[in-house]
């Protein structure tokens, strides 16, 4: 399996155990999760911390998320832990929700990107819980992307980002989530949602039995996740609705001009008027766990256009049209101009 990359490593129980070496002795490793592969490096060793940053091309100010075995690991990383996060952590965990809280003194600067708060969640992927296992630490992890790329839900992608800047590759097959954890700062007065995530706001609210204040009115801190553009392709990606859609597809010049790839929502489109076309679910779950491996798969088909069909603007479907708006953020100006 895999000859042509040596980095990818099935996660056999000796892999396991070499990627935890590997974590002791500075190194970085990827790891799958339900959510997104995660860059992974030993979250109590600044050098290796740095490292992380250094492969991605992050700025260091940006904080990174801290993997933890299970939710009595707490205790390691933060201070004053509020009532509130023992009861989503005793609900979520593990799973695809990150909380921020007051860190301890000894969680090291860097991970934090110099701000008094840490984030951390326990994923659910039994490759990443006997990984924490086997390293007996926190593991801290972006998404094993290139800054402001798009995140990688299979080891193939990760390879494709980062190649030989990363250690090990362990392979834990697709993600199941496919989008980014939802982040609640539970450091504040008030609970609030930084980030949307497959776990609603709606969700966490009734296990809180109380509101979230939503990021717009969160004065702007370092939180790279909710910059303008992000998890962006490198081809120019636009957003449109079905008659923008239906516009574009009658008219000939424009089609004859550019080398056009689709994402449907649900529907199949006539494929001889297109060069690339892919039909997303129309079940959320579905979609969510698709949309970067389909976004990254037109990203690499030499288009010269994707164009996304919008799914419902309802609260359901609001973490997806979130990460396609940010997609499509960088060229949204085209397309308002543009008579089609
Ligand atoms: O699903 C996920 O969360 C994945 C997997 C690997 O766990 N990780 C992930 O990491 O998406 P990353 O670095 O791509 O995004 C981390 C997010 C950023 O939006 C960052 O700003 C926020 O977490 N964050 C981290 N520490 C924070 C802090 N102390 N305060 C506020 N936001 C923080
Ligand atoms: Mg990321």
Known sequence: MNEMKPNIKIPSETNIQLA???????????????????????????????????????????????????????????????????????????????????????????????????????????????????????????????????????????????????????????????????????????????????????????????PLLLPEAYEKIHAPGMMEVHYAPITKTLLCTQDQLRGIFQDDTFKHQNKIGILSFGREINSGSFDKIIVMPVTVNDYGQLLYSKLRELDNAELDLILAEQPPQTSEWLPINDRLKKAAKQWVEDFQSKSV
């Open 20 to 210: 935890a070496e590997l974590l002791r002795q500075g190194k970085l490793v990827a790891i799958p999760t339900e959510t997104v592969y995660g860059l992974g490096a030993d979250a109590k060793n600044p050098e290796a911390i740095k490292r992380i940053f250094a492969a991605k091309d992050r700025p260091a100010d940006h904080p990174l998320i801290v993997h933890i075995p299970d939710k009595a690991a707490l205790t390691d990383w933060v201070i004053d832990i509020p009532e509130v996060a023992w009861k989503l952590a005793e609900h979520y965990w593990p799973g695809p929700l990150t909380l921020v809280l007051k860190k301890h003194s000894d969680v090291p600067m860097e991970v934090t990107g110099g701000q008094n708060t840490v984030a951390l969640r326990v994923p659910n992927h039994p490759v990443a819980l006997s990984l924490l296992k086997a390293f007996g630490g926190g593991i801290a992890a972006p998404s094993a992307n290139r800054f402001c790329r798009i995140s990688p839900t299979q080891a193939s992608h990760v390879e494709e980002e980062l190649g030989d800047k990363v250690d090990m590759i362990l392979d834990g097959g697709a993600c199941q989530v496919g989008l980014e954890s939802t982040i609640v700062d539970l450091s504040g007065d008030q609970p609030r949602l930084l980030r949307p995530g497959q776990i609603s706001k709606a969700e966490i609210e009734s296990v809180l039995q109380q």
